[in-house]
């Protein structure tokens, strides 16, 4: 085992703060680069969020996109450490990016909004953390603001999101009152004067019983604190490291990231509580980081939508060993040698050429077909990452050949795009109908258009009203089949030729369950 490589693992985060439109996700990311050094003036990060306004317009939000390719990950240094955060578009019809994002961190930051508590984004996004055990620390935001009783939103927290958590800072009341934080975990008092760039200032107190705590916040606060500092050390059990990386219990930090407050506290417990990169599961074996020889997966691919510039650029988590550039590498779905001359690395904002990268850096690789997400790159050894499993999607439309002289374009254009993740793609096997399977209806408009801008294809929709998708298998192969036939017309395959029950209402998938008890359905492609 190098002595290198053991240094630059033991001082890599790699994670991606995730969370609902508007609570504070690019405000929050904007000031961790700011403490980096990445950055120099808040406002220098470009929004991965897409604008309000141009929901229908899907090419500005591919414009927004390509802006985002260069913020898709943010490396800089923090001491000693390097830091990598993973970007996720903020749009919901983008979700499954966002997932698969998740299969390349370690960790997870999930910013909440004091006022409006767990949304629904947030809830999806923590059940892909459960999945797989990502360890989460969670912000709780906008505390200038008017917001719920702390206690309450832990309890929020811990139902909603499904996970015991474990405060380690406190506010010292909210909204116009808000005073500032007791950092629990550092012990120590941060008082809060609102300002958009500057950093927080820290006083000393030796214990929340002294004097100075009266003084610096008031009496009636002091006294206050106390006492809800009592009641969180009767409630919660004392932090536990091991089981906050197991992915057991979130920590919980208050702030404001818009104010600077509280960010450099999160961010400080972080790089000293956060794992590492961590060993990565493939299907041969687990992959352990320290080991010499490279390997490395694809997690997402960036179409260029210049239609000057046809190329992609294939993101790649490093797993283990040391990747370098111009050295040949194997792709394992093509059987095929391959070097890359270009591999870029995302420091402080700006893609450059790198010559070599470790455990927890992602590199981008420009590419002109070569990729799927999910292909495995290594030294030589055949091992497949096992990649995040596909979940139902939510909206489902037929879709069919509106050009009889294209259809080898068509076809070749769809299965490129589900290559690239763009939708997931569903054959009837009872008419043979092809039907796409979205997060939602912007992916449907981006299909279409670039069928027909990139493959000179095209295609028309054809509404088809379904609840879910769900993968079926049974241990007896005489009920599976007994099952099939009689939902024959419900029935199809996905890419991966695996069964697929297409349930058209949520009664029907009931009623299926009751009736078929041999029967199990699965909601991911992964069981
Ligand atoms: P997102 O990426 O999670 O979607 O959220 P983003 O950071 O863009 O923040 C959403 C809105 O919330 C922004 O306001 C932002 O300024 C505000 N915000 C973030 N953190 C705080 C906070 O600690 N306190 C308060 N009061 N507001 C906060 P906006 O008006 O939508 O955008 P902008 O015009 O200010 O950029």
Not at 42 to 54: D, F
Not at 91 to 120: C, M, N
Not at 190 to 198: G, R
Request: glycine share 6%.
């Amino acid at each position: 085992m190098s002595e290198e490589l053991n240094k630059e693992i033991s001082r890599r985060r790699t994670f991606a703060i995730i969370s609902h439109p508007d609570a504070g996700k690019t405000t929050l990311t904007e000031k961790l680069l700011l403490f980096g050094g990445a950055i120099h003036v808040a406002g220098a990060v470009k929004s991965n969020k897409i604008k309000k306004t141009a929901t229908s317009d899907w090419m500005e939000i591919e414009k927004q996109r390509g802006i985002s390719v260069a913020t898709s990950v943010m490396g800089f240094n923090y001491g000693d450490y390097k830091i990598n955060i993973l970007d996720t578009p903020g749009h919901q019809d983008f979700a499954e990016d966002t997932f698969r994002t998740l299969t390349a961190v370690d960790s997870v930051i999930i910013v909440v909004d004091a006022a409006k508590g767990v949304e629904t984004q947030t809830r999806r996004l923590m059940e892909v953390c459960r999945m797989r055990n990502t360890p989460v620390i969670i912000f709780v935001n906008k505390l200038d603001r008017e917001g719920r009783d702390p206690f309450d939103i832990l309890d929020e927290l811990e139902q909603e999101l499904k996970i015991a958590v474990r405060p380690l800072s406190w506010p010292i009341n909210m909204g116009a009152r808000f005073k500032g934080v007791y950092n629990i975990y550092e012990q120590g008092l941060d008082l809060f004067t609102p300002s958009k760039q500057t950093v927080s200032e820290r006083v000393e107190i030796p214990d929340v019983n002294s004097p100075q705590l009266d003084e610096a916040v008031g009496k009636a606060d002091a006294d206050k604190l106390r006492e809800d500092l009592e009641l969180v050390e009767g409630v919660y059990p004392e932090f536990d490291v091991e089981a906050y990386r197991e992915g057991r219990v979130a920590p919980v930090f208050f702030g404001s990231a818009l104010n600077t407050f509280g960010v450099k506290e999160l961010l400080d417990c972080f790089v000293r509580i956060a794992p590492e990169p961590q060993p990565v599961q493939a299907e041969e074996r687990e992959i352990d980081p320290h080991e010499e020889a490279f390997t490395g997966f694809v997690f997402k691919i960036h179409a260029n939508m210049d239609p000057n510039h046809r190329s992609c650029i294939a993101f790649v988590k490093v797993c283990s060993g040391k990747f370098e550039r111009n050295v040949n590498y194997r792709h394992i779905r093509l059987n095929k040698q391959l070097r890359f001359a270009a591999p870029t690395a995302f420091m402080a904002q700006k893609k450059s050429v790198v010559d070599e990268a470790f455990p927890g850096d992602i590199i981008g690789i420009p590419d002109t077909g070569n990729f799927k997400i999910g292909d495995t790159l290594t030294s030589g050894e055949e091992i497949h990452f096992k990649g995040l499993p596909s979940f139902s999607p939510e909206m489902f439309k037929y879709i069919e050949n509106a050009d009889p002289m294209k259809a080898k374009q068509l076809e070749k254009g769809i299965q490129q795009l589900m290559d690239e993740g763009v939708a997931q793609l569903f054959t009837n096997q009872f008419n043979g109908r092809k039907i796409i399977g979205t997060v939602g209806q912007l992916q449907f408009e981006v299909i279409q258009y670039r069928l027909l801008h990139e493959y000179g294809a095209q295609c028309r929709w054809q509404p088809l009203s379904m609840y879910k998708a769900c993968w079926i298998d049974s241990d007896d192969p005489k009920a599976l089949e007994a099952f099939k036939k009689r939902k024959h017309q419900f029935m199809a395959v996905d890419r991966q030729g695996r069964d697929v029950f297409m349930a058209d209402s949520g009664y029907v998938l009931q009623m299926a369950q009751s009736d078929f008890p041999d029967i199990r359905f699965h909601f991911t492609s992964e069981f």
